[in-house]
């Protein structure tokens, strides 16, 4: 459970987590991380715990909180994780990837494949991509390699 004091205390900006910052969230609430991490390996999933501090405060930052306790469903918990772990491959849902915003005005947004992805379907850097969009998921087809 997440007391007032320890939100107040977890409450930062949005500038990347560095290592210090995941040690005093990690010292801060290690039953939420033991059972965030639990629920992925129910899952077939695998996560360090600095990968789960960092998912669930990205989380946490998207919703303008410093640090929020979990939700009671672990399919919601579950769900949430694998939107915010970079670049996981889930047996049912494919790759799991986490879109960074452009640092400009243009609500752009860049798309990072996982190599794992890329060596798969034998893609590189410069392939030209067509892509499909559907509500919570995207399809990307090859559509010409660039030598």
């Known amino acids: 459970m997440v007391t007032a ?13 560095s290592k ?19 629920c992925l390996g129910r899952a077939g999933n695998n996560a ?5 501090i960092t ?33 996981r491959k889930n047996s049912t849902n494919g790759f799991v990837v ?10 752009d947004v860049w798309l990072p494949l996982p190599n794992e992805l890329l ?3 034998g893609w590189k850097s410069g392939d030209m991509l067509e892509i499909a969009g559907g509500t919570n998921q995207i399809v990307l087809t090859k559509k010409a390699s660039i030598p």
């Open 119 to 121: 060596d798969a379907l």
């Open 98 to 107: 986490t879109l960074i915003p452009v640092d400009d005005d243009s609500n």
């Open 48 to 52: 360090t715990h600095d990968e789960i």
């Open 20 to 38: 210090q910052r995941r040690q005093e969230l990690a010292e801060m609430f290690p039953e939420a991380i033991r059972h965030m991490s639990d």
């Open 55 to 87: 998912a669930w405060f990205e989380y946490s930052d998207s919703l303008c909180a410093g640090w929020l306790g979990l939700p009671e469903a672990d399919d919601e918990l579950l769900a949430i994780l694998l939107r915010h772990l970079p670049g």
């Open 5 to 17: 004091g320890q939100r107040a205390k977890a409450d930062t900006t949005a500038m990347p987590l």
